[in-house]
């Protein structure tokens, strides 16, 4: 099994070798060049990306040409314009790899192939979708409750790789505040 | 099996007689008065909320105790302080019942217990679970994306509901917006 799928599920879950050859098998190896897009607005995202070298970003887009990032990820996460993939419908959001990335990708029909076969798979995924979940709440808490600085703040404790890796531009954009208004906080 | 729990997974999954008995026996009646707290912030959320009847509010509290509506749980929804549950951590949020409030309620163990008995119910779940991480996703969405009166405005598409039921003190939380400028909104 590929190392990064071994990242995944060790100490979580046992599995045959059966198994780990049937899942490894499901997930093809990909490279995206810097600013390529994985999936482009109004298309149906058909996978889901686990990140093995790399970053990417999932955002929205204003008419006016605007963008908003709504989620990063990392090395080891696994992600992609989730409401499209799910629900089979055209994305509102980009997926774009903002580095030179390489990737596992897995198809939707294959998911609920190896998650029919392979039942502690599916419990680690839940497991794992409950912290997402999670995630994304306090993304909400941090975003109905903090200012400008609290927000700053809260990111440097809890992702400073955001802070030190990402171009000031999607940093800004990711907080929910303007470019000025981030270097006047980092200055302090 | 209590209306409520068969509404829940009816024409979602199929159950045997034994496992509609062992669900039935998980969910405790319980019934709550208008404004009473469920999970009160600094405490473990032991519980996770089925609403028969009435409406949940979890908000947070800042330290000038001004309050936050993260989410609202209405008829057919299942909830609670969702981080707290999962992590089994103290709780940053507060459970209320905003209306006199019918539920049924199932504890952290009866519920790992469920998705081990009851392969079905653990995949109903997960699919459940998938949902309210889209609308988590849709939330963050909005407070990016939108400004007040686009929140109003999708409010009233997608959750009229809220907008109609509860007090407007309640709403104008909900959507990060003042009660006057919601009240301008709702003159428009």
């Given at each position: 099994m590929h190392p990064a799928l071994e990242k995944m599920v060790e100490g979580k879950?046992?599995?045959?070798?059966e198994?780990?050859?049937?899942i490894d098998s499901c997930f093809k190896a990909?490279?995206?060049?810097?600013g390529e897009i994985l999936v482009a607005k109004g298309s149906i995202a058909r996978h889901v990306y686990l990140v093995v070298k790399g970053c990417l970003r999932i955002f929205l887009t204003g008419d006016d040409g605007s963008e908003s990032t709504r989620f990063l990820l990392?090395?080891?996460?696994?992600g992609t314009a989730f409401p499209s993939f799910i629900l089979r419908q055209p994305s509102v959001a980009t997926v774009q790899s903002l580095e030179p990335s390489e990737l596992l990708v897995l198809s939707y029909s294959d998911r609920?192939?190896?998650?029919?076969?392979?039942r502690?798979?599916?419990i680690n995924y839940r497991k794992g979708l409950e912290l997402d979940y999670i995630a994304s709440i306090q993304r909400i808490e941090s975003l109905i409750t903090m200012?400008?600085?609290q927000r700053y703040m809260a990111l440097l404790e809890n992702s400073p790789e955001i802070v030190w890796r990402l171009p000031a531009r999607i940093v800004a954009d990711y907080l929910g505040i303007s470019q000025e208004t981030l270097s006047r906080l980092k200055g302090k």
């Open positions: 879950i046992e599995l045959s070798a198994e780990r050859e049937l990909k490279t995206a060049r810097r990392f090395e080891g996460r696994m609920e192939m190896l998650f029919e076969k392979v502690a798979l599916e200012d400008a600085k």
